[in-house]
């Protein structure tokens, strides 16, 4: 596809992805104010913006919508780092979790892996959505369980079912998402 054939978001996508790549976090037109963003600023662009309108449009199907939108997320950052790891999981999952700490969407740490069974379930410590949020009635990161959902499918080339079973914002200390290989 030719630099013409892009959308705009295509393209702006691609820079994005090209300084992932390169590992640098720098923005262009930032230098007062640096690449970081307050946490605050993020959850009121997940939550009412991406959650809140989406749930206006879509009503009940809101939270699918979403999950597909991280699930998008995470197999674009599922093949960022697989292309550095030799098709080596542990590796892998070492990559994924310094990405998402550097990125400073949570601590990704895995939980249990049965690859057998065709389960994995991962921990989103200090999860970047639910941080601070508290007396919900159900989970919220769906944003989360698409995108380590797709971390998953990424690397394991196979569909798959990404379930948030624990939230911190129902009290729980931390998020788990519950991955099932389809």
Known sequence: ML????????????????????????????KDLGPMIPIRLFQVLRM??????VEDILGQGAPSMV????QSLGVALGH???ANTDNDLETYVGKIEQLCRQLSIGLVVPEKVDITAGVIELR?????SCAGIHNVASPICHFEAGM??????????????ATETKC???GDKTCLIHVDLI
């Open 80 to 82: 960022i780092v697989a």
């Open 124 to 128: 989103v410590d200090q999860c970047v």
């Open 168 to 170: 911190n914002a129902l």
């Open 67 to 70: 999950y597909h939108s991280g």
């Open 148 to 161: 380590v959902g797709g971390i998953v499918k990424s690397f394991f080339k196979r569909n798959v079912k």
């Open 3 to 30: 630099q013409n054939d892009k959308t705009d978001y295509q393209l702006a996508q691609q820079q994005i992805f090209d300084g992932i790549i390169s590992g640098e976090f720098g923005v262009e037109n930032r």
């Open 48 to 53: 009412v913006a991406l959650g809140s309108n």
